[in-house]
């Protein structure tokens, strides 16, 4: 059974940087994409980057070349990284990783079948 572990969050003032991480047990690097979602009060969630089973990344507009998406391998576990750099407020949201089966890059959450329970990033202005 997949699970997902993120930590890494707390908070920040704007224009700083922090570094998310996600342990997935029961996951292989050959399984599927990962991903990383946020979710701000009242807003639905969405996606902010994804690493495919080849290392090929996709990200929303709204991060690109602020976010960078990454994965590792440590003691037979999968490790999904996402360093934010030039934090903005607008980026203050809860913090979710995910992971799928298949080649495919999405960022949208449906297609997504493990989900962690959530990091909050809190950035101030």
């Known amino acids: 059974q997949v699970q997902l572990v993120e930590f890494g969050g707390g908070s920040v003032q704007a224009g700083g940087s922090l570094r998310l991480s996600c342990a997935a047990s029961?996951?292989?690097?050959?399984?599927?994409?990962m991903a990383w979602f946020r979710q701000a009060p009242g807003k639905e969630r969405e996606g902010v980057a994804v690493?495919?089973?080849?290392?090929?990344?996709?990200?929303a507009d709204s991060v690109k070349d602020r976010f960078t998406i990454s994965k590792g391998n440590a003691r037979n576990t999968i490790y999904l990284y996402l360093q934010m750099n030039t934090l903005k407020p607008e980026d203050t949201a809860m913090y979710y990783c995910?992971?799928?089966?298949?080649?495919?890059?999405?960022?949208?959450?449906?297609?997504?079948?493990?989900w962690g329970q959530g990091t909050q990033v809190t950035v101030s202005s």
């Open positions: 995910a992971a799928r089966r298949g080649w495919k890059l999405p960022l949208a959450a449906p297609e997504y079948s493990y």
């Open positions: 029961g996951y292989t690097y050959d399984t599927g994409s």
């Open positions: 690493i495919g089973r080849d290392g090929s990344t996709d990200y």
